[in-house]
């Protein structure tokens, strides 16, 4: 079972641009060409630290928002909010040494680490009580549509989320192969850039006929029914193994085992909303090979974004 690289994947080459770039700008403070400070090995400098997340929608930071304000509480530091245009600039931003905590897809965790990244999975966030790390990617079809199943999905225009999402790209392709569909013959791919926009292109069906996303954004959405679905690993917490170690203690502890209550009764008002309990409910620990699953996909499609 092999996923050659596309044609149409521009994600994927952008992310191999922006991985050889990096071997001029490692070290650079966000937003800037100048070296972070390698004595520190902080970021930017030991006030700050700066947070990277994947660019999931379009509300990414604002879900985002009270935890980084809970880190800055147990911290002391002020909490920089990342910006990434795309799951390729945060992963080049981690193996550059431009954020010192993030929020990433086990994917794109795995990709930043095979190609250098000096990071550390601390734990996964899980949205409900009782609920263990990971998530659905979830194949989708506008409501009135005919299609049934993920065979169904051959001779399609399909959305994706981006070429280095673990639920929007990488257990999508593997379906898609296990279902003797081969993505670079048998269907058009398109890349949406975000879940939720691929959730909307997919329920409007113009641009795309079908697709893929997570089941958080997808339960969003009257337009799409669900045709399968498959769990994936929960995203992980990480910390730059670059940081002081007093500094990583901290956010071990802080970040290990948390509950919503828990950042409440730290002083974070803004914990307490319906907005952040949709996103939140606690984080669980998980290690490395927690995400062993990824790469045992990634050997068996062969996908370019896994190789260093």
Do not use: W
Not at 48 to 74: C, H, R, W
Not at 181 to 192: C, M, Q, R
Not at 262 to 278: E, L, V
Request: net charge negative; hydrophobic share 40%.
């Amino acid at each position: 079972m092999k996923l050659r690289a596309l044609p149409v994947f521009a994600g994927a080459a952008l992310l191999a641009l922006g991985l050889a770039a990096c071997s001029g700008s490692a070290g650079a403070a966000p937003g800037s060409d100048a070296p972070a400070d390698e004595t520190s090995g902080y970021a930017v400098d030991e006030n700050t630290l700066v947070f990277g997340v994947v660019p999931d929608s379009v509300d990414t930071e604002t879900n985002y928002q009270p935890l980084m304000d809970y880190i800055a509480e147990k911290t002391g530091k002020s909490v920089e909010y990342h910006e990434s245009t795309d799951y390729a600039a945060l992963i080049e931003a981690a193996i550059a040494g431009k954020v010192d905590v993030a929020s990433f897809s086990g994917f794109t965790y795995v990709t930043a680490t095979n190609n250098g990244a000096k990071l550390t999975p601390i734990s996964s966030i899980v949205t409900k009580e009782g609920q263990e790390p990971g998530y659905y990617s979830q194949a989708i079809a506008p409501k009135d549509s005919d299609v049934e199943s993920i065979e169904d999905f051959a001779g399609k225009k399909v959305c994706f989320v981006d070429p280095s999402s673990t639920s929007g790209y990488l257990f999508p392709s593997y379906n898609l192969l296990d279902a003797g569909i081969d993505p670079e013959k048998d269907i058009t791919p398109v890349f949406a850039g975000k879940h939720d926009v691929s959730v909307t292109k997919t329920g409007e069906a113009k641009e795309c006929e079908v697709g893929f996303a997570e089941d958080s954004e997808v339960a969003k959405s009257d337009k799409v029914k669900v045709v399968a679905e498959t769990m994936v690993p929960g995203a992980p917490l990480v910390y730059s193994e670059t940081l002081p170690e007093e500094v990583r203690s901290v956010l071990v502890d802080s970040l290990a085992e948390v509950t919503i209550d828990d950042i409440i009764a730290a002083g974070i008002d803004s914990a307490d909303s319906d907005a952040f309990r949709s996103v939140f409910y606690a984080t669980k620990p998980v290690d490395d090979e927690y995400y062993d699953l990824i790469r045992d996909i990634c050997k068996k499609t062969n996908a370019t974004q896994c190789q260093s």
